[in-house]
């Protein structure tokens, strides 16, 4: 079965502050893909990043970062210099290696992020 | 690329009426949608897993001759919630997986707010 843990329901930062938001997975299979999604006030899901299992790179896109680290099974996400604009909640969720399509998403509970002006 | 629209964005009604809800892949095909039901506060929960021209796959829980779901075509799916209650009333999302390119990403639509009064 697969899990996603998102410890930290919710977060609050003064603006400018650098922020990491974790997440930690749980799966047997040894290929599989990491997302995470921004989910702002109005409720749409916004697709942030997709990262492959066996491409532990380190991605950073702006102001966002993400850290994959296998042996402990993690996948934070660093927002530097935050913004009020990035007050929203973030999901991270885990699927496994596509094959017919139809593959699932297994999500964390959020974490909702405040950005304090 | 890779936008998904539902329609409507919100709506109220009746108890006891049929609410349907439509979600469409404008720019890309999808064989396979995905719906969700998402309470407030809390993550999201996967309804029916929906299949073009095949039956839709449902989660344990969830009453399949209640939310009715059909996938007629590559780049719509409908969801409709039979003689709703208030019980019902909640954010519903669907989303899709573009299979030609981010072959493992679901992209979201931005919601439904059904209120059932």
């Known amino acids: 079965a697969q899990k996603v843990t998102q410890a930290q329901t919710e977060i609050s930062v003064v603006e400018k502050e650098d922020v990491t938001l974790d997440c930690v997975y749980e799966t047997r299979d040894t290929t599989y893909y990491l997302f995470w999604y921004k989910q702002p006030p109005s409720g749409e899901l916004v697709f942030l990043i997709r990262r492959n299992s066996f491409d532990e790179q380190n991605e950073i896109s702006g102001r966002y970062s993400w850290n994959f680290q296998k042996s402990t099974s993690s996948f934070n996400f660093t927002i530097t210099a935050s913004q009020v604009v990035d007050s929203a909640v973030y999901f991270c969720?885990?699927?496994?290696?596509?094959?017919?399509?139809?593959?699932?998403?297994?999500f964390g509970t959020g974490t909702r992020l405040t950005i304090i002006p | 690329g890779a936008v998904v629209s539902q329609h409507p964005s919100r709506v109220i009604c009746k108890s006891g009426t049929s609410v349907k809800i439509e979600c469409r892949s404008l720019d890309f095909q999808a064989t396979t949608m995905f719906w969700y039901r998402q309470f407030p506060k809390k993550s999201l929960m996967l309804m029916a897993t929906?299949?073009?021209?095949?039956?839709?796959?449902?989660e344990q829980g969830v009453e399949k001759d209640k939310f009715l779901i059909n996938h007629a075509s590559l780049t719509l799916s409908t969801l409709t919630v039979t003689s709703a209650h208030p019980e019902d009333s909640s954010f519903y999302i669907c989303?899709?997986?573009?299979?030609?390119?981010?072959?493992?990403?679901?992209?979201f639509g931005p919601g439904t707010r059904l209120l059932v009064l």
């Open positions: 929906s299949n073009e021209g095949s039956k839709a796959t449902y």
């Open positions: 969720a885990l699927s496994p290696p596509p094959n017919f399509g139809n593959e699932k998403l297994t």
């Open positions: 989303s899709a997986r573009d299979l030609l390119a981010g072959r493992g990403t679901q992209y």
